[in-house]
């Protein structure tokens, strides 16, 4: 499989989420303690994660011009199966196996998806 560079939007999001959820980690780590302040980075690098696979998603389509829309189709629902099973099974390990801070993990999650929702919403503005 050919590697290709992460394109200059998603480098842009993922630094825009890194900074995000290290300032709610900062602001929890200063409320509450260091255990909550490790738990929002691990919801952050959750929210991260998702959106590499999303990107990766969104790469392999482009790079599939030969796709009829239906195929296309079938290959989004399989990313979206695919980001919400290990969404959920990171979730079970951080939550459930590593006894991290429940609220604290969804915060950082929350923080790196509200991100997400920004970034995504100016890049679809820009394209008008």
Partial sequence: MSRVPLGHG????????LMLVFATSAA????????????????????????LLAARCARRDAQAPERTPQQSLV???ICMVQR???????FALVMGGMK???LAVLTGFIVGLVVMIIIG???LTQQK
């Fill in 10 to 17: 998603i480098r842009r999001l993922l630094f825009y989420q």
């Fill in 28 to 51: 929890f780590f200063a409320i509450f303690d260091r255990w909550s302040a490790f738990s929002v980075l691990c919801g952050g690098g959750i929210a991260a994660g998702n959106a």
């Fill in 121 to 123: 919403t100016q890049q």
């Fill in 75 to 77: 290959a989004l629902y």
């Fill in 100 to 102: 991290l801070e429940p």
């Fill in 84 to 90: 919400f099973v290990i969404v959920a099974a990171l």
